[in-house]
């Protein structure tokens, strides 16, 4: 019975580890891992950086520095610097993280990338 409850550990031990092995398989840093759907917006990001180049920013990043710099590129700024690592801006911004989530909702129904920057451009327009 001993063995068995070694053994049934060692495999929980192992399992655990594939997951959170396999959970940041991206390198992503603690900040990008705060919950699920901050998380899912940096997965997003690193996965298809085109869908959010270009596509506008209007929690002010864009006008003003952060972390040092102005978001040129647009929403993927938010979540990747230019040299490509990762960052921590968008960790920190719901409006980054819930537009990111947007495009890619888009982004999966094939919606053109032009009517995506158009819907988030209306988004804001006042």
Do not use: W
């Not at 940041?24 to 603690?30: A, I, K, P």
């Not at 990747?80 to 999966?108: P, R, T, W």
Request: aromatic share 8%; hydrophobic share 35%.
């Amino acid at each position: 019975m001993k063995k068995v409850i070694i053994l049934i550990g060692i495999i929980l031990i192992l399992v655990i580890g594939i997951i959170v092995l396999n959970k940041n398989s991206y390198g992503l840093s603690g900040y990008a891992v705060k919950s699920s759907v901050i998380e899912e917006a940096y997965l997003f990001a690193n996965e298809h950086p085109d869908a959010l180049e270009g596509v506008n920013c209007y929690c002010g990043c864009m006008q003003h520095l952060h972390n040092g710099r102005i978001h040129k590129r647009g929403l993927h700024d938010s979540f990747m610097k230019e040299e490509g690592s990762y960052e921590e801006h968008a960790s920190n911004c719901d409006m980054c993280i819930n537009d990111a989530l947007e495009v890619k909702k888009m982004y999966e129904k094939n919606i053109t990338k032009e009517e995506i920057k158009k819907y988030i451009d209306q988004k804001y327009r006042k």
